[in-house]
């Protein structure tokens, strides 16, 4: 039983720390909010030192190491309010596909991402309400065809490939799918933030070639679920990591802000708003990295734990947030601060695999109430 | 990062386990002769925390002659999860034991450590802690209960209030004015006074869940003689040993808090089998079960948390970040009440505790448990202090 990082892994996030700190400011996730085009950074660094690849087999030109590993780099991305394809590639797409254990489609699409040449991400199907009809595939010849919407992709207008789950009518319903990003029709949604961007995304009688079909159609639900959870404990570590900052940021301001000539985080109401702060990011934190030890040692608690930090994370963001914005006052409430950029990612990170209350849902059936 | 224990700590475990199975209390004579306080310790519970500390399993951290075994961190730790599965405590006299004899070892003098110190760990003497006064609660800094030094004794005049076990006390652990010219926080001392002393007057003070059970007193002193050498560390110091024994209880008061919590949420699982007010299960209420899975949530994280913030807290500091345990602990605990009290309606308020004692068939009424949760929130240092302290002391804001 250890929940401190070894001494090697805390080298590596500190040393991802140290290059977000340089080559991804909060400006960058700014200038994609205010309509820029993707930046370059820190997409580039990832691929140059290895991260993409960082949790994946050496045989694939990965680093072999873990997803403690892939966590804490996820982390540090979310501290640093990073733009870019590194989440939905890293945490969604390459999961997808490895769960499958298609080691023809590992060698080529994830010796791919590890490499920086592909970026990616994944449709996951119907959401839990049944507000999605999601993605139909039938069989045609040894192809398959595939018809349907899936809404609110992440970076589902710019991966370049899309790893789609969707209804067949054999086995236990699901297949899974890879689908170049040029044989998508994408709507690009105007979300809450455009660092983080979203598209509807139409299948419009799309034909996948038996290449592209990963592991068996109609015995898809056990991968597509595993990939889900490990993408939703990444989800809560990257929004762990921008609350954090937020956090920082609300302290800072505290200390430096006077007013009736007293910093303002000299005053009891400012201060006891900033411990209960502290302990929703602790209980976000130390859940998020139980989850992750538990995703990277593939104990049977996977479900619950990745429910557990989703559900942890959504209750810090929620605080964490609004007081944020509100300590700030007058000048949290303006477009130029970056106070709401960070509000912005954090809310989202919520708000996409379920939010803290349907994961309470899940968990509460998990616990047989 | 590792999920488990290795394998030699958990033959620790197992070691402790065929003890306990082998050493527990008889479960008829806990019954027959239950503790009535937080210092009065039934014969049962004292030759039980005598084998405990014959074996080395009464603070494991400490060498055999103190009643341990020089346990490791780690096995400290499992040791305390072990102990909050039987369903006695240690000690019926825990302010004793976690609070003052951790206190006498550090300070005492080996004259003092000889006379109190093995005594208090075998139970042959029990202890009160003499802190707060009507005037010196959460500011207890402020305290003015005084001790005048004439000779070679000296003569304390003042009140205590709050006071756990005073009325089966042999002893108080007594923080006193030995200095009223001095900053408050300096002329602060301890003195061990004996309970059976001319001028002490106990008088009980029965807590809110019940009229019938006090372990609350106010205790008077009125001229008590304490001779000098009652005297613990040196004279006008002992407000860090306020802040350094309030510490001691926390190291890893978590573990046992988690458990008790994590048994709690088993009651509210059990609770959602039975009907709620429109007749359906109480488990098919979308409120009450989003309800409960955020209590679970939230003592899982507090197990996490414990778990993540270990290795500060095995070396028995006062690390501040104690602080986010104790209040997210007692809040936890608090909300879980509330949400089983109103999950019952109108069934809650039967408050009947007929049936109910230590290692009763029946567990206390919601509302009473309710009630009790506020001797977290309040006791060593309220919610409002413990937000006060982790804002100045561990995120650095200025001082108000």
């Not at chain 1, 800072?252 to 006891?272: D, K, L, M, T, Y």
């Not at chain 2, 309030?246 to 046992?256: F, I, K, N, P, Q």
């Not at chain 2, 936890?332 to 009947?352: F, K, N, P, S």
Request: charge should be negative.
């Amino acid at each position: 039983m250890d929940f401190e990082v070894s001494e090697e892994q805390e080298q590596l996030r500190a040393s991802v720390a140290d290059v977000l700190a340089r080559e991804c400011p909060p400006s960058l996730a700014r200038a994609r909010v205010e309509g820029g085009d993707a930046p370059v950074q820190p997409w580039r660094s990832a691929v140059e030192l290895g991260w993409t690849g960082i949790a994946l087999p050496e045989a694939w030109g990965g680093l072999g190491l873990s997803f403690e590993e892939l966590g804490l780099v996820v982390e540090e991305h979310g501290r640093a309010l990073a733009p870019g394809p590194f989440l939905a590639t890293t945490t969604w797409f390459a999961p997808l596909v490895r769960e499958t254990g298609d080691e023809v489609a590992g060698a080529r699409w994830l010796a791919a991402v590890a490499r920086g040449e592909c970026t990616g991400s994944a449709a996951w199907g119907p959401d839990l309400a049944g507000r999605d009809a999601g993605v139909r595939a039938r069989r045609d010849g040894d192809a398959w065809i595939l018809e349907g919407t899936q809404r609110f992709v992440l970076d589902g207008d710019s991966a370049d490939e899309l790893a789609v789950a969707a209804q067949v009518e054999a086995g236990d319903g699901c297949a899974l799918f890879l689908v170049p990003q040029q044989a998508l029709k994408c709507q690009r949604v105007v979300s809450l933030d455009a660092s983080r961007p979203l598209a509807h995304v139409g299948f419009d009688g799309v034909r996948v070639a038996p290449d592209r079909v990963l592991g068996e159609p109609g015995a898809s639900r056990g991968v597509l679920a595993r990939a889900r959870e490990e993408a939703s404990v990444a989800l809560a570590l990257e929004t762990v990591g921008t609350c954090r900052t937020l956090f920082e940021r609300v302290l800072e301001h505290a200390r430096q802000r006077v007013q009736f000539g007293r910093p303002i985080g000299s005053f009891q109401a400012v201060q006891h708003k900033c411990a209960d702060m502290f302990v929703q990011i602790e209980k976000a934190r130390a859940t998020a990295h139980f989850a992750m030890m538990v995703i990277a040692e593939d104990d049977p608690r996977r479900a619950l734990a990745a429910s557990l930090a989703k559900a942890a994370a959504g209750d810090c963001q929620r605080l964490v947030a609004k007081e944020a914005i509100q300590i700030h006052g007058g000048m949290g409430f303006t477009w130029e601060s970056d106070v709401h950029l960070f509000a912005r990612r954090a809310k989202t990170g919520d708000l996409l695999l379920g939010t803290a209350r349907e994961h309470r849902a899940r968990l509460a059936a998990l616990l047989e109430l | 990062m590792k999920l488990h224990y290795d394998d030699a700590t958990e033959r620790f475990r197992a070691e402790l386990r065929a003890w306990l199975e082998e050493n527990q209390p008889d479960v008829a004579a806990v019954r027959a002769d239950p503790s009535r306080s937080s210092a009065h310790v039934p014969e049962w519970a004292r030759a039980w925390q005598e084998r405990l500390f014959d074996a080395g399993w009464l603070v494991p951290g400490w060498p055999p002659e103190l009643g341990g075994r020089n346990a490791t961190p780690v096995q400290q730790l499992v040791y305390f999860e072990e102990m909050a599965r039987i369903p006695v405590m240690r000690s019926y006299n825990p302010q004793g034991l976690t609070i003052i004899a951790p206190s006498l070892r550090d300070f005492a003098s080996p004259a003092q450590q000889a006379r109190f110190l093995v005594p208090s760990l075998r139970a042959q003497i029990t202890w009160c802690l003499g802190m707060s006064e009507p005037g010196a609660g959460s500011d207890l800094a402020g305290l003015q209960t005084r001790a005048e030094l004439q000779g070679d004794r000296f003569l304390v005049t003042g009140q205590k209030v709050w006071t756990s076990g005073a009325a089966h006390s042999d002893f108080c652990f007594c923080f006193v004015r030995t200095d009223s010219e001095a900053p408050k926080h300096r002329g602060i001392s301890v003195l061990v006074i004996d309970m059976r002393s001319p001028g002490i007057d106990v008088r009980s003070m029965p807590e809110l869940t019940d009229r019938e059970r006090a372990d609350f007193n106010e205790v008077f002193f009125d001229g008590v003689v304490v001779p000098r050498e009652n005297l613990v560390g040196p004279l006008n110091q002992g407000w860090s040993m306020a802040a350094g024994s309030l510490a001691h209880e926390r190291g890893m008061l978590w573990t046992s808090q988690a458990a008790r919590l994590e048994q709690q949420i088993d009651r509210l699982r059990e609770l959602a089998r039975t009907p709620g007010s429109d007749g359906r299960r109480l488990g098919e209420d979308a409120v009450f079960r989003d309800r409960v899975a955020s209590l679970y949530v939230d003592v899982q994280a507090l197990r996490c948390m414990g778990y993540r913030g270990f290795a500060k807290f095995a070396h028995g500091e006062a690390a501040p970040e104690h602080s986010v345990l104790k209040l997210f602990g007692s809040e936890i605990e608090q909300r879980l009440c509330l949400v089983a009290l109103e999950a019952q309606g109108a069934e809650g308020l039967d408050v009947d505790w007929a049936g109910f004692g230590m290692m009763g068939d029946r567990e206390p009424p919601w509302a009473n448990r309710y009630l009790h949760t506020f001797a977290n929130t309040i006791a060593g240092g309220t919610s409002e202090i413990q937000r006060n302290i982790i804002a100045q002391r561990v995120l650095g804001l200025p001082r108000s």
